[in-house]
């Protein structure tokens, strides 16, 4: 896998349809492109909440330029909750008080609650 222009700070949360998982490292994020997302179109948020996309090729990761702004808190919950790949005992998690919690925060927390595989 390729990084062009600048390589996201992982862990990435991967965006695959209405898949997510997290990746920790770039050969755990080849390993989910090529096993479990085939063929999807794949997004990555990264540690500094900026997107990112797989080329078509599948094998160049690039910063987006069609979402250069980054993710509200709430959409972002709201990603991880509504994922389909969500084990029935996996819990949500709580959207009260996202203004209390920084991001850094937010997003380690939602890290911790997604599948790597």
Not at 61 to 75: E, H, W
Not at 87 to 111: C, M
């Given at each position: 896998m ?13 965006v695959?349809?209405?898949?997510v ?97």
């Amino acid at each position: 896998m390729r990084f062009a222009i600048r390589t996201p700070r992982f862990p990435v949360i991967v965006v695959g349809g209405d898949l997510v998982f997290a990746a920790a490292s770039p050969p755990n994020l080849e390993g989910l492109v090529r096993r479990t997302l085939a063929g999807a179109e794949i997004k990555l948020l990264d540690q500094t909440w900026e997107w990112f996309e797989l080329a078509a090729d599948d094998d160049l990761v690039l910063p987006s330029f069609l979402n250069r702004l980054p993710p509200t808190k709430r959409a972002v919950v709201a990603l991880v909750n509504g994922r389909s790949n969500r084990t029935p005992d996996a819990p949500d998690y709580q959207l009260r008080s996202l203004s209390n919690h920084t991001r850094e925060d937010i997003f380690a927390e939602l890290i911790a609650l997604l599948p790597t595989r």
